[in-house]
Nanobody
Framework: QVQLVESGGGLVQRGGSLRLSCAASGRTFSNYVMGWFRQAPGKEREYLAHIWSSGSTYYADSVKGRFTISRDNAKNMVYLQMNSLEPEDTADYYC????????????WGQGTQVTVSS
């Protein structure tokens, strides 16, 4: 099992940037695919990006070119750099993990709130 704790959320103006961090503890971090999701009020949870231990990355079209996911396997950390933020990016952001052989993200953090003001 792996425990995840997000940080780095906050209030930012339109066009600004934020970097979210996710600290993982528990079993071998490098065995997990790490992902970021978000959920806005009244909406379903939305996939944003994921990264394999090798560093291969994948993004949802809605954030491609604006958000960058990265990881530091030595520090058990995964990051989400968010640029050109818009009010529509306002949401709770969640870090998640899944075993590489599985397709479902089984482990989730508690979330960090991001608010983008206009």
């Amino acid at each position: 099992q792996v425990q995840l704790v997000e940080s780095g959320g906050g209030l930012v103006q339109r066009g600004g940037s934020l970097r979210l961090s996710c600290a993982a503890s528990g079993r071998t971090f490098s065995n997990y695919v790490m992902g970021w999701f978000r959920q806005a009020p009244g909406k379903e949870r939305e996939y944003l990006a994921h990264i394999w231990s090798s560093g291969s990355t994948y993004y949802a079209d809605s954030v491609k070119g604006r958000f960058t996911i990265s990881r530091d396997n030595a520090k058990n950390m995964v990051y989400l750099q968010m640029n050109s933020l818009e009010p529509e990016d306002t949401a709770d952001y969640y870090c998640a993990a899944r075993v590489e052989s599985r397709t479902v993200f089984a482990y989730w953090g508690q979330g960090t709130q991001v608010t983008v003001s206009s």
